[in-house]
């Protein structure tokens, strides 16, 4: 080592500039390493430096841009991997498109700035990664005294059933013991969630059943380090709180759940069929048993590496006219969902690894080209788009990306009379099927414009024989004249009874919707939403029943032409 500190070339050499310089042509290995040694410790006093202020002293704030496309268990997994110091992330959560956590660790924050760049994603494209010093995160600010600490673990230790390892926390705000002593806990003030979960962390390390009903949630930010504080807990209810996406659940992946509750919550109303609520649930917890009390079937496991040409009579597939009915069924529940739902609950359809892309003809003819203008800026034209990089962001890979992109289009109305679909190959594990047609904009400043769309789907099998994107093309234009001569009145019919009340605007929406994906008449499907209280899964539950019973007499459907 003395020999080392004696030469000039390490002496003197400013590290801020020349370090790189040094690692590429440097080739004694002792002289490397100290180079590296040294300029860590001088970052490391810088970056203390930088925390002058007690308040902010070793808190540091790690930023990954577009991090919310990776999975929370692989991106800390890999950066864990290449950091060369051990360190704890602190509020890991997603902000828009970024992941983001703390760490409390001026050695640890160093380190990670050299994992930066380190890190390969599935396309190989490098992950950058920022850190800059920070205040104490608001979500770990302790704002309850060591008295208030002390109150709030004794009500939890009151609320735990040692027997069944399981702790009741509904309606926790409301707590006697805790209102007696002004203690506000409000679950979704993050650190108030940090508190309970430092304090389950300590006290109940062996948790395996956590209810967190009836808290008002209406996000899952500060809950999401339950995975690493509470890494025994299989049963998790949710009920009754006020989630209305179910992406809020995929803060919480990781967790080996076997049983959850979900029922009451405002997103579980988007799904139209049961089968596609599960699949979007276990999108995100595979090992999942039961759901809201039921009992699942075994997820059923697709291999899509090995497909196999078939007749498309053979036995137990289903013959053409069974798969044909599927795949109307099918663009049925996308498109009502897609108009009248929340788009974010399509996730449940898209394969992990799905792609999306979206293509705008130019047309020079066109009476109003800039009518098009917002969808002009998603389209992704291979033959006019020469950037590589703008050709890949516009390719959406992965599922959540593809939910995100459809979600900011038009809001539309899908003419299901103008459909024609056409199933082009029909493979074993690969269904290719594209669908055409019209569709009005229903908001915006164009509002009232038809397009005309072609869609191109390619799906492998899904579970109780629904279908699963892999592959998803959009290209849309603008209608020509016959198009929009032909195409069918979209606006909602207005539903009223001289002897009922005025339906509102959403209850007309849920009735026609009913409507079409049942084909009942109007009338017959407000009635059964009417006797389930407007509960429409629940409504299709008990339509799909007396329809497989022949309980539903042939005056209740529409006579087809």
């Avoid at 709030?152 to 926790?172: A, F």
């Avoid at 948790?207 to 808290?215: A, P």
């Avoid at 069924?329 to 009502?336: D, G, S, V, W």
Wanted: charged share 25%; proline share 5%; hydrophobic share 35%.
């Amino acid at each position: 080592m003395r020999v080392v500190h004696e030469d000039p070339k390490v002496r003197y050499s400013p590290y801020a500039t020349q370090c790189n310089k040094q690692r590429r042509k440097w080739r004694n290995e002792g002289k490397i390493h100290v180079a590296v040694w040294r300029d860590t410790n001088r970052r490391e006093r810088e970056m203390e430096q930088d925390t002058q202020d007690g308040a902010m002293q070793s808190w540091f704030k790690v930023t990954i841009p577009f991090g919310r496309k990776y999975d929370k268990t692989w991106l800390m997994n890999s950066i864990q991997r290449h950091c060369i110091v051990p360190f704890t992330p602190i509020d890991f959560h997603y902000d828009k498109n970024r992941a983001r956590f703390f760490v409390q660790d001026a050695r640890a924050a160093s380190a990670l700035k050299d994992v930066s760049y380190r890190i390969c994603n599935e396309q190989g494209r490098k992950i950058l990664l920022t850190v800059i010093p920070s205040s104490i995160p608001y979500s770990v600010q302790n704002k309850f005294t060591a008295e208030q600490m002390e109150q709030l673990k004794l009500t939890m230790k009151k609320r735990y059933d040692v027997s069944q390892q399981s702790l009741d926390l509904q309606k926790l705000r409301f707590d006697p013991d805790l209102k007696g002593q002004k203690i506000d806990m409000v679950l979704n003030r993050r650190y108030c969630m940090f508190a309970t979960l430092q304090i389950i962390q300590r006290n109940f390390p062996e948790l395996s059943s956590l209810n967190l009903c009836n808290n008002k949630l209406y996000g899952l930010d500060g809950l999401s380090d339950v995975v690493e504080k509470a890494p025994q807990v299989k049963i998790l209810n949710l009920s009754k709180n006020q989630l209305k996406s179910a992406l809020e659940l995929n803060k919480l992946k990781g967790m080996k759940l076997e049983e959850l509750w979900l029922e009451g919550n405002p997103f579980c109303r988007i799904f139209l069929d049961q089968s596609v609520y599960v699949s979007a649930i276990r999108d995100c917890f595979p090992t999942l048993l039961r759901l809201d009390g039921q009992e699942l079937s075994p997820p059923v496991a697709i291999d899509i590496d090995a497909p196999v040409l078939i007749n498309p009579y053979k036995e137990g597939y289903g013959g053409s006219e069974s798969l044909k009915n599927i795949v109307l069924r099918f663009l049925q529940e996308y498109y009502l969902t897609y108009d009248y739902g929340d788009r974010r609950s399509l996730l449940s359809v898209y394969h992990d690894e799905a792609c999306f892309s979206l293509t705008i003809p130019f047309n020079p003819s066109d009476p109003d080209p800039n009518s098009l203008c917002d969808y002009f800026k998603h389209s992704r034209n291979m033959k006019n788009l020469k950037d590589s990089f703008l050709q890949e962001q516009l390719l959406k890979h992965k599922k959540l990306d593809i939910v995100d992109s459809l979600s900011v289009l038009p809001k539309t109305q899908h003419d299901f009379s103008s459909f024609f679909m056409d199933m082009w190959l029909q493979m074993e594990t690969m269904l290719c099927f594209s669908v055409n047609g019209v569709f009005k904009e229903v908001e915006g400043k164009s509002q009232g414009c038809v397009r005309a769309f072609t869609r191109t789907f390619i799906a492998t099998p899904g579970s109780n024989s629904s279908l699963c994107i892999v592959n998803d093309q959009l290209f849309v234009r603008n209608a020509n004249p016959d198009e929009i001569r032909r195409v069918c009145p979209i606006p909602l019919p207005t539903i009223c009874s001289s002897s009922k009340p005025t339906l509102s605007q959403e209850q007309q929406q849920m009735v026609q919707a009913f409507s079409v994906q049942s084909g009942m008449k109007v009338e017959w499907s407000q009635k059964c939403l009417e006797d389930n209280e407007w509960n429409y899964t629940r409504a299709g539950q008990i339509f799909t029943t007396l329809q497989t019973e022949g309980k539903i007499p042939e005056e209740a459907f529409t006579k087809m032409p």
